[in-house]
């Protein structure tokens, strides 16, 4: 698409503050290289450097008030783009040393998901980081590798190729639904929990979270994904209590606050050492496995019938008796 003859408004003070960034940082260019580098033509690039001359930083409109100072000799002679002088700091501003290590481990994140393509590139903003900031080596930050589950990439081809899959899924009350067909639509992470957001075609007829973890035998099928079904907006968080959700008191220790994200726990202040939290659930028989899973890290205080549930599943596994309510 062609440039227009004359720019003004918004682009116009888009391509200035360009041009001046690029001439600050290499001290000059030519107009001919300007409008090389930005797509415009070398009218519009004098025209946009000529307003840089005569821009105004006070309350009002002045010749003699321009944060920067051209060297119109250069530019009548040599159409050259220069500054003589310029009131404005263009320092780079310096990342702090937390800035630089929270970028550094969203980027080590990023290394570890299956599938990602560009770690040269990656090591290259890593490298660039470090070096820039100062604040640390480049291998000061290690992230721990969690357990990414195998089928991920075989769900993003799925996804990639609008095809539904089929596995054996187990629910939160331990159940398991062998050959379910699932349209999938979304992978996320939570925590190094990751979690499909799918189109449930042979159970709810309804889009569903799972767990890939809780997946098994998964395998591609041949089945096209409903073009109606990707129009579903699929906002709102991975876990949603229903409307007759059931309050549940937990006692949850820092090895398993993945659990105060998973739940939307309500906890009465930040999290730091073993806190008190309150979750919602739909049903208290998915408690079990789950409070199971963190391997005593987590505890159930209330209800009664909740601390009962967990109580016999934690027997039963160990192959203890259970017993029976009501019993002398």
């Known amino acids: 698409m062609p440039k227009m003859t004359k720019v003004f408004g918004p682009e116009r003070t888009n391509l200035m503050y360009a041009i001046?960034?690029?001439?600050?940082?290499?001290?000059?260019?030519?107009?001919?290289?300007?409008?090389?580098?930005?797509?415009?033509?070398?009218?519009?690039?004098?025209?946009?450097?000529?307003?840089?001359?005569?821009?105004?930083?006070?309350?009002?409109?002045?010749?003699?008030?321009?944060?920067?100072?051209?060297?119109?000799?250069?530019?009548e002679e040599e159409q050259i783009v220069t500054f003589v002088d310029h009131s404005v700091e263009m320092a780079t501003p310096?990342?702090?040393?937390?800035?630089?290590?929270?970028?550094?481990?969203?980027?080590?994140?990023?290394?570890?998901?299956p599938g990602f393509e560009?770690?040269?590139?990656?090591?290259?903003?890593?490298?660039?980081?470090?070096?820039?900031?100062?604040?640390?080596?480049?291998?000061?930050?290690?992230?721990?590798t969690g357990h990414v589950d195998s089928d991920i990439l075989l769900l993003r081809e799925a996804i990639l190729n609008s095809v539904a899959i089929r596995c054996n899924y187990r629910n939160g009350k331990g159940e398991v639904t062998e050959g379910r067909v699932i349209e999938p639509l979304r992978l996320e992470s939570r925590d190094q929990v990751w979690y499909l957001r799918g189109f449930c075609v042979s159970k709810n007829q309804e889009v569903r979270v799972f767990r890939l973890d809780a997946m098994d035998a998964v395998e591609l099928t041949d089945l096209p994904i409903d073009e109606a079904h990707k129009q579903i907006p699929l906002e709102g968080d991975l876990y949603e209590a229903g409307e007759n959700a059931i309050s549940v008191v937990l006692e949850v220790d820092p090895e398993a606050y993945a659990v105060l994200h998973d739940y939307r726990a309500s906890v009465s202040h930040k999290p730091k050492g073993t806190v008190r939290a309150e979750i919602k659930v739909s049903s208290l028989l998915t408690l079990p496995p789950m409070v199971a899973s963190y391997g005593?890290?987590?505890?159930?205080?209330?209800?009664?019938?909740?601390?009962?549930l967990v109580r016999n599943f934690a027997l039963a596994a160990l192959g203890e008796p259970v017993p029976v309510e009501g019993a002398e």
């Open 20 to 75: 001046i960034g690029h001439v600050m940082n290499v001290g000059e260019a030519s107009i001919a290289e300007l409008a090389d580098r930005f797509g415009y033509t070398a009218t519009e690039v004098e025209e946009a450097v000529r307003s840089i001359g005569v821009a105004d930083t006070g309350e009002t409109a002045s010749y003699f008030n321009s944060p920067f100072e051209l060297d119109y000799d250069a530019l």
């Open 94 to 113: 310096r990342l702090t040393t937390k800035q630089t290590a929270a970028i550094s481990a969203g980027l080590k994140v990023l290394e570890q998901i």
């Open 296 to 308: 005593g890290a987590v505890r159930v205080l209330a209800p009664a019938e909740a601390r009962v």
């Open 118 to 144: 560009y770690r040269d590139e990656v090591a290259e903003l890593l490298d660039a980081l470090h070096a820039g900031s100062g604040a640390m080596d480049a291998d000061t930050i290690q992230v721990a």
